[in-house]
């Protein structure tokens, strides 16, 4: 109990410190707000320019909740490139903190920043397009979301390896994996359109059945009941990915401990 | 788990008359006084044997060598001074008695915990101030302690209250303890930064050449704490240094590293005796320093006469 207790109080020392640099870092937090709103407007007009109604709810659910799912991967995935450049990285690597203590308090403020971030332009979009959300499943669209975010989590524990692992261009390297998941996870077309092989791997992205999900929360109404297809193998990809990314954070760790990774360059 | 160290005598001669109970066992009522169960010899404060680290610099190339065999142990309340050149593999050391580098060879206790084995006991014990005062800059200096606070455990209202004081004590006045340290000096920062080691009361604090970059007096300042840490913290330190001066006055013991390697190691006075000889009598650190630091007096030296990162045996 006392462990537990203790490991929950370092958790939320990364949540009050992310908390605290977000606040320090507000101009640079709104820019990042108008950047993103801007872009999921941008892509919304695409369906107001072909004059489907269908086409921009369609598209503003992609924009939305790829925008909630990039927030908390690139913030997780961020968490050690920001203390490398900082130089903060060794300090916090040496503190008697268990390393999923650690990414579990990254993880909780990623995750209420991205709903925090995600509402906001979910508010603006609905307004700005006029949207009526009365026939929408509000509920489902929230647990897949939430359910959606466990498998994300897993994801950016493994994405955080590579500044890890990459002295100078690890967070880079991050928009890698980003950008190929929003290729194959269907976020602004129908994965029926992908080639085959591309379809194969859609099956693997946690998004591709969030989006799915949310879609037809919203658009159609459907409840979570009906969608079961679409909500166990985000429950499968939650239970195996968070052990996973543990683990592989783990075998990073050791990894950049021989080798001398966790210093800064020079 | 230094708790159940039994209160001892700060810097008496007879080390080995001190006893400590067994530090894996929980303590119970009355251990201080009727001390039931075995008594031991008191476990080092740091102790390390054979400890080597290699970098795979490049590949198809030997390794660098950058700790070679070192072997030291470090009584508690200690201070312990490392010289050596550029590149002798001091901060090396300092990594990896962190436990931020893993070791090639050798093993490292810390109050008889294994750096290893026993990683989250050790971290509770120890901690480091390197020669770049690590801070998020935009973070004022209490947001940045009260991390650290939590980080160890630490009661948070409680730790607000001695970070001020702390801080306060190296001359760092409340009104500034709110705003950002990037609008801090340099050697504002590496006050904050000693503070932030100490606010987690380490019984082993390991300082990377905490006062290279500070003015005379800020560093005479961090001298002064360094010293008083050990009186009033019962602090023990290693400490690499630049500053010969500093590290005549402070440390109760000097290895001097030359390329990985312990060359030789003794108090102040014994060294600067062993070389004044050679010196025509004078006595100093810098005579010790040049005479084991200096390449020309090694055999081995042609070895890596272009090149002094690549191995040598
Ligand atoms: N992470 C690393 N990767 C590769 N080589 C390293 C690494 N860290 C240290 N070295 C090498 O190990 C040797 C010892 O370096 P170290 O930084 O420990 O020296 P130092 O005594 O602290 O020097 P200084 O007085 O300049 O601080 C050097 O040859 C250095 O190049
Ligand atoms: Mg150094």
Redesign the interface.
Same mark, same amino acid.
């Given at each position: 109990m006392a462990i537990l207790a203790h490991e929950m109080k370092a958790s939320f020392a990364f949540i009050e410190r992310n908390f605290n640099l977000t606040k320090r870092y507000w101009g640079w937090e709104v820019a990042f707000l108008v950047y993103a709103l801007a872009g999921a407007l941008s892509v919304t007009l695409i369906g107001a320019d072909q004059g489907s109604r269908r086409l921009i709810f369609s598209l503003m659910i992609g924009a939305i909740f790829w925008n909630y799912l990039s927030v908390i991967f690139s913030f997780i995935a961020e968490t050690i490139a920001w203390e490398r450049w900082e130089g903060t990285l060794e300090y916090t690597m040496m503190a008697p903190v268990r390393r999923y203590s650690q990414l579990l308090g990254s993880t909780l403020y990623a995750i209420l920043y991205a709903l925090i971030h995600t509402a906001f332009i979910l508010v603006v979009l609905v307004l700005f397009f006029g949207l009526d959300l009365s026939h929408a499943d509000l509920v489902t669209a929230a647990i897949f979301m939430l359910v959606g975010s466990v498998s994300f989590v897993g994801i950016g524990m493994m994405a955080a390896i590579l500044p890890l692992l990459y002295v100078e261009r690890g967070a880079q390297m991050t928009f890698v994996l980003q950008s190929v998941l929003l290729l194959i996870s269907g976020v602004y077309y129908s994965i029926d359109v992908l080639p085959g092989w591309m379809q194969v791997a859609s099956r693997f992205s946690p998004a591709t059945y969030i989006l799915d999900g949310v879609r037809k929360a919203l658009i159609e109404g459907v409840s979570i009941g009906a969608l079961w297809g679409d909500v166990w193998p985000l429950v499968v990809m939650g239970i195996a990915l968070i052990p996973l990314g543990l683990w592989a954070f783990g075998r990073a760790e050791r990894y950049a401990k021989r080798t001398g990774k966790l210093k800064r360059v020079g | 788990m230094t708790a159940t160290l039994t209160p001892q005598p700060k810097r008496t001669d007879d080390r080995a008359r001190r006893i400590v109970l067994l530090p894996d066992r929980p303590v119970r009522p009355g251990d201080r006084d009727t001390v039931v169960g075995e008594r031991l010899p008191v476990p080092a404060a740091l102790l390390a044997e054979g400890v080597t680290k290699r970098?795979?610099v490049e590949r198809k190339k030997p390794p660098v060598i950058a700790i070679a065999g070192v072997t030291m142990r470090l009584d508690r309340g200690e201070i312990r001074g490392v010289l050596g050149a550029n590149g002798s593999g001091k901060s *090396?050391l300092i !990594?990896l008695f962190?436990? %931020?580098? *893993?070791l090639d060879e050798g093993r490292v206790e810390v109050f008889g915990h294994d750096i290893v084995r026993d990683e989250?006991a050790v971290? !509770?014990l120890?901690? !480091?101030v390197?020669v770049?005062a @690590?801070?998020?800059?935009? %973070?004022s200096p209490l947001?940045n302690l @009260?991390?650290?606070a !939590?980080?160890?455990?630490l009661d948070a209202r409680r730790a607000k209250r001695e970070s001020i004081e702390i801080l306060g004590r190296l001359g760092i006045s409340e009104k500034r303890v709110g705003r950002?340290i990037e609008q801090m000096s340099r050697g504002m920062q590496q006050k904050v930064a000693i503070a932030r080691a100490l606010l987690t009361s380490p019984a082993l604090l390991l300082l990377d050449e905490p006062t290279t970059g500070l003015d005379p007096r800020s560093k005479l300042d961090v001298q002064g704490f360094i010293a008083d840490l050990r009186t009033t913290h019962d602090a023990t330190i290693v400490l690499t240094t630049h500053d010969l001066d500093e590290a005549d006055r402070l440390c109760d013991r000097i290895t001097v590293l030359d390329r990985g390697r312990t060359v030789v190691e003794g108090t102040p006075t014994e060294l600067k005796a062993l070389v004044a000889a050679d010196h025509g009598g004078t006595e100093s650190l810098e005579n010790v320093f040049m005479t084991y630091t200096g390449r020309s007096l090694d055999a081995d030296v042609e070895e890596d006469a272009d090149d002094d990162t690549t191995e040598r045996r």
């Open positions: - | 970098f795979q *090396t !990594r962190s436990g %931020l580098l *893993t989250l971290k !509770r120890i901690n !480091r390197s770049d @690590a801070f998020f800059k935009k %973070l947001e @009260a991390f650290a !939590r980080l160890y455990g950002p």
